[in-house]
């Protein structure tokens, strides 16, 4: 989990679009709207890694985006999302249609080639999961979940709500993550924000466990679920104004779940833990039976990870703090499940330390080889995901550095505990491409300056995607850029932080790039843009790039 600022921290309690207007309308309504149907063969790119394998590559058929022409890319129109205050659901695109949610508690279904509107979906809260968009017996629907924590599956073709399921009660529940759908199944993983909201001195810190559930897809009935920490919280210490602490707690899931249908297994990322003592299950990979939810193997690269936000502030704020603090390296992107070279397989595990793992999956989690890229940190190491094809593993380095500042310094934000929190220019970004055999940096592209932005990070933190040829990947200066994969050369940089005259009529300004990554289907690259957590440049807008923006 990360520092958050004081907007951060009331997105996140309430859930909702409260910090922004209401007086927003959506105008772009598509007037013959045509009725929604799949041709599995067709390009499309549903949920956070494409596919239940993470793997956040699209194949040529898909992408229908050549190298050569990706310097031609430019914009073919932008949406804004009305009520928000950030950007951070990454698209799905099914069926000629896109599929997003909003922090203003949307999901909208669009156009592909145009952005009007099919249908508009009122969560409960904001939608910050990826859209995941399957067909079955019941017909095609759109599943997702919201930051309050409530599944939902939705009809694709209408928007109309099929079922809504909350598989934990814990108030400070959140879900992040994109459902994984496999054999008729979701597979949902559960984080939370008590780190944050218990953090405060007069709170009984901490009673949340992570954990994945199954749901069965057709009705939102729950089959089973499994705590990423097999210890209930109990009373553990009392704090220095004399308010009970509890524990263990933490080893929060953000990331979306692998499924490995080959051996039956889910696999899942973990946080760090809240409170002591400290889970042998943080920061950590873990398995679990596909089909019962039983544990079957956990790795923990990191010990002695206790933290909450209060560690990073001066007494009497930190005093829910454990006593021996650790350094917040959560794992926060998905595993990738891969086939190496040699013909075995490998669980590829980025975490915010900034070390890269392979691990054996079928050997309890054994580590294969690791490869540092960066110090890591807080906001450092390897963030939301990274990206994987036949050749080479990438992933783009955040190594963000915040600083706390008086309140009014320029282009800081402010935070929830007083002081304020001001990205470091000084901070470390690029994109890596690593051997999956061995590990091995095959090249490495450092990020190439903030220019003349004052306050910018060069930090790169948005998930990966790659295409043949070619690998995107975004940063907290608003840029996207375009990689070649055999030489790590940009061949394509586009400023996403501007105004915009949007389809809907809604005011719109792109900002940091961060969370979610690009999705590229049938000739179309779309990107959000303002995701502004963590003193990041917050914005509102969907932007859909294609060649020359025809």
């Known amino acids: 989990m990360r520092l958050v600022s004081l907007m951060t921290l009331l997105t996140l309690l309430l859930g909702t679009a409260a910090m922004a207007t209401q007086a927003q309308h959506e105008t772009a309504h598509c007037s ?6 799949v041709n599995p063969r067709d390009p499309q790119w549903s949920g956070w890694g494409g596919s239940e394998l993470q793997r956040r590559f699209q194949p040529s058929d898909m992408a229908r985006l050549s190298a050569p022409d990706v310097p031609k890319l430019k914009l073919k129109w932008a949406f804004g999302f009305a009520g928000a205050t950030q950007a951070y659901s990454q ?15 949307k999901v909208y279904s669009l156009d592909a080639q145009t ?28 599943y997702f979940a919201d930051v309050s924590g409530n599944v939902y599956a939705v009809d694709a073709g209408t928007g109309m709500l099929l079922w809504k399921a909350q598989p934990e009660s814990h108030p400070a529940t959140r879900i992040t993550a994109s459902p994984t759908f496999a054999a008729g199944r979701l597979y949902v993983a559960i984080s939370s924000v008590e780190e944050v909201t218990d953090a405060g001195p007069r709170k009984e810190c901490c009673t949340f466990r992570g954990s994945v559930a199954s749901l069965d897809a057709a009705t939102g009935r729950i089959l089973w679920k499994a705590y990423t920490i097999a210890t209930e919280p109990r009373p ?16 929060a899931v953000w990331s979306a779940p692998t499924v490995d249908i080959q051996s039956r297994r889910v696999y899942v ?32 690269t990191t010990a002695a990870d206790g933290y909450n936000i209060s560690c990073g502030f001066p007494p009497p704020a930190n005093t829910n703090c454990p006593q021996v603090p650790g350094q917040d390296l959560d794992f926060g992107a998905s595993a990738i499940l891969v ?4 013909g075995s397989r490998a669980l590829m595990a980025g975490q915010k330390s900034g070390v890269l793992y392979a691990i054996d999956p079928d050997h309890e989690g054994r580590i294969l080889w690791q490869t540092r890229v960066g110090r890591g940190g807080t906001l450092g190491g390897i963030q939301w995901g990274f990206a994987v094809d036949d050749a080479h593993i990438y992933v783009a380095l955040s190594d963000a550095k915040v600083q706390l500042v008086s309140p009014g310094t320029a282009g800081a934000q402010p935070s929830a505990f007083g002081p304020s929190l001001l990205l470091d220019s000084n901070a470390g970004g690029g994109l890596f491409a690593l051997d999956p055999g061995s590990g091995k940096v095959v090249w490495h592209t450092p990020h190439p300056g903030c ?23 975004g940063g907290l200066d608003g840029h996207l850029r375009a990689y070649s994969t055999q030489s790590g050369g940009i061949i394509w940089d586009v400023d996403t932080a501007l105004d915009y005259d949007t389809v809907n009529g809604v005011p719109a300004r ?17 990107v959000d843009s303002g995701y502004g957590f963590s003193g990041g440049m917050p914005g509102n807008v969907l932007l859909a790039y294609s060649v020359n923006g025809k």
Not at 32 to 37: D, H, L, R, V
Not at 271 to 287: F, I, K, N, Q, R
Not at 458 to 468: C, D, F, G
């Open 451 to 473: 220019m003349s932005k004052p306050g910018c990070s060069p930090a790169q933190s948005a998930a990966v995607t790659a295409i043949p040829g070619v690998v995107f990947s």
């Open 339 to 342: 086939r190496l070279p040699s």
């Open 269 to 300: 990322t973990t946080g760090d833990s809240y409170s002591e003592p400290v889970a042998a299950t943080s920061d950590a990979v873990l398995a679990f039976d596909l089909d019962t939810g039983k544990p079957l193997w956990s790795h923990q």
């Open 91 to 105: 698209p799905s695109v099914v069926g000629g249609r896109v599929f997003v949610g909003s922090a203003g508690g």
């Open 115 to 142: 952005g009007c509107i099919y249908w508009e979906f009122p969560a409960y809260a904001g939608v910050r999961s990826a859209i995941t968009v399957t067909g079955g017996a019941h017909g095609w629907a759109a």
């Open 236 to 251: 553990t210490r009392k704090n220095q104004l004399g308010t009970q602490l509890w524990g263990p707690s933490g080893a």
């Open 32 to 37: 013959n709207p045509a009725t929604f149907s």
């Open 510 to 526: 792109g900002g940091s790039l961060d969370g979610p990554g690009p999705v590229v289907v049938d000739g179309l690259l779309y």
